[in-house]
């Protein structure tokens, strides 16, 4: 049974730095593809940064590029998000998502994704 669990959401200022985790199971995390994604209410989850391999490059949105990083910790099947220089338009639900649909490798689709994590708010005060 596969699991996704994101951690580490909550209240942050404006200009300040927060990081996130997902811990996933039921998955050979070695060269899993996974991805972190945000939501807000009324609109569509859309891609913050995506892994597609142990080795491979992360991928980011343009707005977030060169204040996130993505990492990973094979040892505790862990997937890391660092936040840092959070803006307002950072505040939303993010979701930890594992596992691609077949020739996706590094995705920021959410429909590509195939299992889910349930989120975890973060909200940046100004």
């Known amino acids: 049974q596969v699991q996704v669990a994101e951690s580490g959401g909550g209240l942050v200022q404006v200009g300040g730095s927060l990081r996130l985790s997902c811990t996933i199971s039921?998955?050979?995390?070695?060269?899993?593809?996974m991805g972190w994604l945000r939501q807000v209410p009324g609109k569509e989850r859309e891609g913050v940064g995506a892994?597609?391999?142990?080795?491979?490059?992360?991928l980011f949105t343009a707005a977030v590029e060169g204040r996130f990083i993505i990492s990973r910790d094979s040892a505790r099947n862990t997937l890391y998000l660092q936040m840092n220089s959070l803006q307002p338009d950072g505040t939303g639900m993010y979701y930890c998502?594992?596992?691609?649909?077949?020739?996706?490798?590094?995705?920021?689709?959410?429909?590509?994704?195939?299992?889910w994590g349930q989120g975890t708010q973060v909200t940046v005060s100004s």
């Open positions: 998502a594992a596992g691609v649909r077949a020739n996706c490798g590094r995705t920021l689709y959410a429909s590509d994704y195939l299992s």
């Open positions: 892994v597609g391999s142990s080795t491979g490059r992360p």
């Open positions: 039921g998955l050979t995390f070695g060269d899993l593809a």
